[in-house]
Nanobody, 114 residues
Framework: VQLQASGGGLVQAGGSLRLSCAAS????????MGWYRQAPGKQRELVAI???????NYADFVKGRFTISRDNAKNTVYLQMYSLKPEDTAVYYC?????????WGQGTLVTVSS
């Protein structure tokens, strides 16, 4: 199982970024995928999750600003982030849920400057 996240970087407050996570070695279309983040000194937290049917759920702190989507033909999940805030600064991880186990990508750093 491999999850390769990309798209992070440095952006000014109010800007946007799109994260991508390409999965391999998994039956991608049949399971949920999600994005989590971990800021320095804080615990990892859920940002958004999307079911195999495309149903999305979001943490309250990103509702209306972030959109999760998936392209099953490309085995890829995306996180489109708008109106970024300095408090969104974190390492963002993609997660693939396969039965009772979750698989994690290596993370991509998002830094939002004020």
């Amino acid at each position: 199982v491999q999850l390769q996240a990309s798209g992070g970087g440095l952006v000014q407050a109010g800007g946007s970024l799109r994260l991508s996570c390409a999965a391999s070695g998994v039956p991608f279309s049949t399971n949920a995928m999600g994005w989590y983040r971990q800021a320095p000194g804080k615990q990892r937290e859920l940002v958004a999750i999307i079911s195999s049917a495309g149903r999305a759920n979001y943490a309250d702190f990103v509702k209306g600003r972030f959109t999760i989507s998936r392209d099953n033909a490309k085995n890829t999940v995306y996180l489109q982030m708008y109106s970024l805030k300095p408090e969104d600064t974190a390492v963002y991880y993609c997660m693939y849920n396969w039965g009772i186990r979750d698989y994690w990508g290596q993370g991509t750093l998002v830094t939002v400057s004020s």
